[in-house]
C-alpha cells in the first residue's frame, strides 16, 4: 500500500519551482534594464539633437546680432544708451510651421546681450615687443591699490602673468614659469603667448577662484590686433569704464573717477570730440597726452553672450564680435556652455 510520493519526487517539485522563479526574476531584470538602456538611449539622442539645435539658433542669433549691428549703422555701441538700442532687439522665440496646424510650434528660445570687449584692462597689454610694458604695469598696479580695501591683491601676481605672455622661460622678478606648473597635478606649461580668452587667467599660480572672480568685472584679455588694438595697446571705452578703471588709466583721484562715470552715463563722451571734453571734466593735456593710447569713446568690439534653451537643454555661446574700420563685421572667437 502507497501511503505517499517519494521524497525525492517532491524536492524535484521545489527545485523546478525555484528554478522557474529564477528564470522569471532573471527575464524581469533584463528586460527592465532593455526597457532602461532604451530610455536612456532615447534621453541621449533627444539631449544630442536638442545641443545641435541650439547650437544651430545660437550660431543664427549672432548672425542676427551682426546683422543688426550693421543696420544700425558704424557709430552704434559706443555710449550706453546706443548699445541698449542693440540689446532691446535681441531676443526671440524660435517657432517651426506644423503641416496640420494653424500655429507654429515653439521649439526653444533665445535671449542675447552684448557688452563692450574694451570697457576693462587688457591684460594682454602688459607684455609688449616681448618685454614688460611698464606704463600697463602701473595701471594694473593703480587698479590692484583701488581695489585693495575689499580684497588682498599682491602686484607680484603681475610677473606671473608676463611670464605667461612673454616667449623666453626665465622667472620674471617674482613670477613663475614652466619649473612652478610641471610639478603640479596635472602638470601644464606656460602659454608663451597672449592669452585669448580671460578664463585663462585661471591657471596662472597664486591666482584663486575668488580673486578671479573678483578682478574678472574689470580686467579682460583681447590678443594684439584684435578690436582696435593695432598699436599693441588696447584703448578702453571710459563710457562704460568702472570708477576703479577709470582711475587706473587716467591717474587721477577717485573722486574725479566716480564723477566721470556717473556723468557719462547721461552725457556720454564723444569720440570725435574726447580730449576736450575730458578737460572740461577736470583731466590736464599732460594727464591725457600720457593715457590716450589706452583710454576712448568707442568700441570696435563686443562680447556677445546667447542663451538658448531647447527641451530641457540650456546652452550659452559666448562669441566675440569685431566691427572693421570698413564696417565689416566679423566673430573673433566662441565658446560655449552646454546644461542638460
Known sequence: MIH????????????????????????????????????LSMRR????????????????????????????????????????????????????????????IEIGQFYGIAVPANSRININDLVANSVENAAARQQFERLFAQLSSDADIPTELLDSIIDWIDP??????????????????????????????ISEL????????????????HITAIPPGWCGNTTGTTPVN????????????TDQPPSFAEALAEYVVEVPLDKDNFQSELENQGISTADFVAAEPYISA??????????????????????????????????????YGLEN
Not at 69 to 87: A, C, I, M, Q, Y
Not at 202 to 217: C, E, S
Request: glycine share 6%; net charge negative; hydrophobic share 45%.
Open 4 to 39: 505517499g510520493a517519494p521524497k525525492f519526487a517532491h524536492s524535484q517539485r521545489g527545485v523546478a519551482l525555484i528554478t522557474a522563479i529564477l528564470m522569471v526574476a532573471i527575464a524581469t531584470a533584463l528586460a527592465a534594464k532593455m526597457v532602461w538602456d532604451n530610455q
Open 45 to 104: 539622442t533627444q539631449s544630442n539633437i536638442n545641443m545641435e539645435t541650439a547650437k544651430e539658433i545660437a550660431l543664427s542669433a549672432e548672425t542676427a546680432a551682426i546683422a543688426v549691428l550693421k543696420n544700425l549703422g558704424g557709430d552704434v555701441g559706443h555710449s550706453k544708451p546706443e548699445l541698449n538700442e542693440f540689446n532691446t532687439q535681441f531676443f526671440g522665440v524660435v517657432t517651426v510651421d506644423e503641416p496640420d496646424s494653424d500655429e507654429p
Open 168 to 197: 623666453d622661460i626665465n622667472p620674471y622678478n617674482a613670477g613663475a614659469e614652466d619649473d612652478a606648473y610641471t610639478t603640479l597635478d596635472p602638470a601644464y606649461r606656460t602659454a608663451n603667448d597672449f592669452f585669448v580668452d
Open 202 to 217: 585661471r591657471a596662472i599660480g597664486g591666482m584663486t577662484r575668488d580673486l578671479y572672480d573678483f578682478l574678472q568685472p
Open 238 to 249: 571710459l563710457n562704460f569704464a568702472s570708477p576703479q578703471v577709470i582711475a587706473a588709466l
Open 298 to 335: 568707442r568700441t570696435d568690439c563686443f562680447e556677445l553672450s546667447v542663451i538658448v534653451t531647447v527641451g530641457s537643454s540650456t546652452l550659452t555661446m559666448y562669441s566675440l564680435i569685431e566691427r572693421g574700420g570698413t564696417g565689416d563685421i566679423v566673430s573673433r572667437a566662441r565658446a
